[in-house]
């Protein structure tokens, strides 16, 4: 079974080589249906894989198999988290393009099958990544996963802030990549290594009883700044909204379902394997790195989320608000909250991808995204004002949600005083969701008023008058866009209702992980309780909000926040430098022992 | 004696200094750039910055290419490939990530009429 | 946030990822230092496998799946640049105008593009011998093609590099990469096993099984795509006219 374990990003990308070579003669139809085959070809394979994954499937390409104890060839790793990464990242990407299916506008005339071979290279490379167990490889498919994407995010060349939103997130990004560059070279300079497994092994020689030095923790500080560029942990988030607000809504789907999560995945696998070790960084420095991280990150991205009105945006600061939720609690290095984490990721997925769905289906009916501006008009969309509404609920932590699920595992796992974190920020992203939804699909409440007097910069973010994504405005909504984003919330369903799911899941998140530890992963009354304690203060907070908007409208004191959004990438840029040395500085008791 | 120790240890590390110099003018570029296509240039000189670290990581004193057409295989120490290879992967990402800016760069300008990051409008809040 | 205010921060990270850098670069292995166990493992490697270059050892055979990931990025790249710059819709094309060179740039493109070519390709093709592979060749044998640009006019470009022809070219050289990585799962082996051809003999242009192969597969990838990455631009600065005229 490990020989197939390369196939996992070499079928998607030869997919797409065969798209790009025969697709411009084909049929629109055809060269999508071809499309969709090889990305579920892709998930079918991971799953098949899964039921194998214990222990851990692990494959030398080339057949260079390490002989005594040394290979020069480069290793991937089959285990739970990295296969389930891949048929997340795989079905997703199915969901992706059945929701672009034959609707949406795909330029340039005359190469159909571009947008397709585009989205399989996208899974490609986060499948390659998922199942990285070598530095630098897991660096070439982080490479090609975001190439892909600054390509995909300014596909609509006509749009200003598309160009100007994907120029943004490639620049910061590119430049993360270079930071985890560097950190790869000292980490081979060190340990003469880039299997992580032996980087770990050779750390762990070099620094003998003494502990990590000076080069250990630049190298930890280097790498983990590429990945939470990535996963869009503050302060290095600015990318995110602008790119997501603008990418075409498939896509954004990806980005916001897995590509960000991706980012916290890779944190959790690079600390787990690579400086968990004597040689590595201590427990307590990692985790108070990443808990301070995560917990800036859940609050920054719940108060942002609260006060926009752009639809797309709004749904960005909420990813962003979750990632914060998740790298809490891969932050806290406990077995218990890595299932949490895990449970989550798959729940939010789902349910993310599917608010995606119902945002992208009111742009390409209204040709706007603007809170203010489609105030009541989306009455008789009942289908999609439903399914938009239950989301927001399950964002809340709704149970039996798979988001439910993993946030109360997570809860459970990280301790009072940060659950009040996972409380807040899903309630107040989940009422914002639920505030558009009231507003928009049912017309409650007093028209939103533009702000009186002189109109901020701040306030011209707003979506109105933005181009629909299919060829003209849809008149009514077509069947596979209705249907793609009801398919997702159920699945997040699933996660938290099949029964025996939870449990596997953290079984094989055990398994993989360092603690040596299982846990039992099931529902608590304290976790329910916690739930719906979220969800009733979302619904709280979205009522009051839709009829008394003056009692909750943005306060000066949020105005400095937003003025940081500004726009700028030399400001994004500066702040990534700030990041890094918040991170070297947090780190820093490491080597000071 | 003292002085020459001193010049051995800063040859020692000197290679590596200058690729975290380059590196840190890069991201200073980077940040206080008024033009897109002059940011673009930084983040490649970023990227030259891995290709010192890489390639000085694997020098090897009085070590010639590792590449056995012309030498004996064992008659003269070579420096190391695997940065090589390495350092090549890293030129061709580089390459084409600076196509896909430069291709983002060509339509802000034809968009917004400007390539200075100063005065684009969009995005805010 | 006003550039003093961004200066601030830039100093203040800037400062922070300075000291971080210095101090590993202190505690790095002394430069020039004998100590590269991969590398010594990978020369190792490579001479068992017939191979003289070890660098083209290392990229075509034992990190062959890296090379996989980035010749797909140059893929992945050319259709995003296919993509990014396209003729929007508030654009038309103009042909462009044939103009004058002077006698002795056309003499020169003329005398030097099938020596380039020519270069290219020997580079290409003695990838697994002597310095160079199919990346650098591919680039040179592209760039040779553009001289034509120089020597005649855009015109003459175009008849001799149907772009169209090289991006099928382009995606089928990256298919052919990744075919040749299914073949050794097919045959009972590990994906890009280097397994399936004899290694031959030592520094020969046949020798090292599957890696001249695959570094020609490159080489045809790269010349494709750079020709069409070049073309695209070179698209937008000649022929792509702003307004929707004509």
Excluded at chain 1, 277 to 284: I, M, T, Y
Excluded at chain 1, 567 to 582: F, M, R
Aim: charged fraction near 15%; hydrophobic fraction near 50%.
């Amino acid at each position: 079974m490990h020989r197939l374990l390369p196939l996992l990003p070499a079928v998607p990308l030869l997919g797409a080589g065969l798209l790009v070579a025969g697709g411009r003669h084909l049929p629109r139809p055809v060269a999508e249906a071809f499309g969709c085959l090889a990305a579920a070809t892709t998930a079918a394979l991971a799953i098949v894989l899964l039921p194998h994954s214990s222990p851990a499937l692990v494959e030398w390409v080339g057949g260079w198999f390490p002989k005594g104890g040394e290979s020069v060839g480069i290793v991937l790793i089959g285990d739970g988290p990295s296969l389930g990464m891949a048929a997340l990242v795989s079905l997703l990407t199915l969901a992706a393009l059945a929701y672009s299916w034959h609707y949406f506008d795909e330029p340039p005339r005359g190469h159909a099958g571009t947008f397709p071979a585009l989205i399989l290279l996208f899974q490609g490379g986060m499948c390659g990544f998922a199942v990285a167990g070598d530095l630098f490889n897991a660096f070439v498919f982080f490479e090609l996963m975001s190439a892909v994407a600054y390509a995909l995010t300014g596909y609509r060349i006509d749009e200003a802030k598309a160009v100007q939103g994907a120029l943004s997130f490639a620049l910061v990004n590119s430049l993360g990549a270079y930071f985890m560059l560097m950190g790869i070279a000292l980490l081979y300079a060190r340990t003469g290594e880039l299997a992580m497994a032996k980087i770990a092994e050779g750390l762990n020689a070099a620094a003998g009883h003494h502990g990590p030095d000076a080069l250990t923790l630049t190298a930890f500080v280097l790498v983990l700044t590429g990945l939470l560029v990535k996963s869009a942990a503050v302060p290095f988030q600015f990318w995110l909204p602008d790119a997501h607000a603008v990418a075409p809504t498939p896509v954004c789907m990806l980005l916001s379902g897995v590509m960000v999560e991706l980012g916290v995945y890779g944190v959790w696998r690079v600390y787990g394997t690579v400086f968990s070790g004597p040689g590595g960084l201590p427990a307590a420095d990692v985790t108070r790195t990443l808990v301070v991280l995560g917990v800036l990150t859940g609050a920054v991205g719940a108060v942002m989320c609260w006060y926009q009105r752009h639809i797309k945006r709004l749904l960005a600061f909420s990813t962003i608000a979750h990632t914060g939720l998740f790298l809490i609690a891969v932050g806290v290095l406990k077995a218990e909250a890595d299932d949490g984490a895990a449970l989550y990721i798959l729940g939010h997925a789902g349910v993310k991808a599917a608010l995606f769905a119902c945002a992208g289906i009111l742009l390409d009916r209204y040709g706007t995204v603007d809170e203010f501006s489609l105030h009541g008009r989306a009455r008789h969309l009942r289908g999609v004002g439903a399914t938009f509404a239950v989301a927001g609920l399950a964002l809340a932590g709704l149970p039996p949600f798979g988001t439910g699920l993993g946030k109360a595992v997570s809860e459970e796992a990280v301790g009072a005083p940060l659950t009040v974190v996972y409380v807040a920020a899903s309630a107040l992203t989940g009422a914002a969701v639920l505030r558009v939804a009231a507003r928009v699909f049912l017309g409650f409440g007093p028209r939103p008023e533009e702000r009186e007097g002189e109109e901020r910069e701040e306030d011209k973010t707003s979506g109105a008058d933005e181009e629909p994504e299919t060829r003209q405005r849809l008149v009514r909504v077509p069947r596979t866009m209705g249907t793609v984003p009801a398919v997702l919330l159920a699945a997040a369903l699933a996660v938290g209702v099949v029964p025996g799911f939870a449990g596997l899941v953290g079984h094989a998140v055990d398994e993989a992980g360092t603690w040596g530890v299982f846990s039992s992963v099931h529902w608590t009354a304290t976790g329910v309780l916690l739930d719906l304690l979220s969800t009733l203060l979302a619904v709280g907070l979205a009522l009051v909000a839709v009829t008394r908007p003056g009692l909750l409208s943005a306060p000066e004191w949020a105005l400095p926040l937003r003025r940081l959004q500004s726009g700028h990438v030399g400001d994004y840029v500066a702040w990534l430098l700030v990041g890094t040395t918040l991170l070297g500085a947090l780190a820093l008791p490491a080597v000071l022992r | 004696m003292g002085s020459e120790s001193a010049v051995t240890a800063v040859t020692h590390v000197l290679p590596y200094l200058v690729a975290a110099y380059v590196f840190l003018v890069g991201c200073y570029g980077l940040a206080t750039s008024r033009n897109l296509i002059h940011a673009v240039g930084c983040l490649a000189v970023c990227q030259s910055a891995t290709y010192v670290l890489l390639l000085a990581v694997g020098y090897r004193d009085g070590g010639t290419a590792p590449v056995f057409s012309d030498i004996r295989p064992g008659s003269r120490p070579v420096v190391d490939p695997v940065v090589q290879a390495l350092t090549l992967t890293d030129v061709v990402v580089g390459a084409t990530v600076t196509a896909l800016l430069l291709a983002l760069t060509v339509q802000i300008a034809k968009r917004h009429g400007t390539v200075d990051p100063d005065e684009l409008r969009e995005l805010r809040g | 946030m006003n550039p003093r205010a961004r200066l601030w921060l830039v100093v203040l990270g800037g400062g922070g990822l300075a000291a971080l850098l210095v101090a590993a670069c202190l505690r790095l292995p002394a430069f020039g230092g004998p100590w590269h166990p991969y590398g010594d493992r990978a020369v190792r490697a490579a001479l068992a496998r017939h191979i003289a270059n070890t660098i083209a050892s290392v990229n075509f055979d034992q990190r062959a799946f890296d090379t996989m990931g980035e010749m797909t990025i140059l893929f992945a790249a050319v259709l995003g640049c296919v993509v990014l710059l396209r003729q929007a819709r508030d654009e038309h094309r103009d042909p462009p105008e044939p103009c004058e060179v002077a006698a002795p740039v056309r003499r020169y493109a003329l005398v030097v593009l099938p020596i380039a070519l020519v270069t290219g390709l020997y580079v290409i093709a003695h990838g697994q011998l002597s310095p160079g592979g199919g990346f650098q060749g591919g680039v040179v044998a592209a760039t040779a093609l553009h001289l034509m640009y120089l020597g005649a006019d855009y015109a003459a470009l175009e008849r001799i590099r149907p772009v169209e022809a090289f991006e099928i070219g382009d995606a089928l050289s990256a298919s052919a990469y990744l075919v040749l990585g299914f073949a050794g799962v097919l045959a009972g082996g590990a994906f890009l096993a280097n397994t399936l051809l004899p290694y031959g003999t030592f520094n020969t242009l046949s020798s090292g099984g599957t890696v001249p192969l695959l570094n020609a597969a490159i080489g045809m990838e790269v010349a494709s795509a750079v020709v069409v990455l070049l073309a695209r631009f070179l698209d937008q600065a000649v022929e792509i006219e702003e307004g929707s005229g004509s």
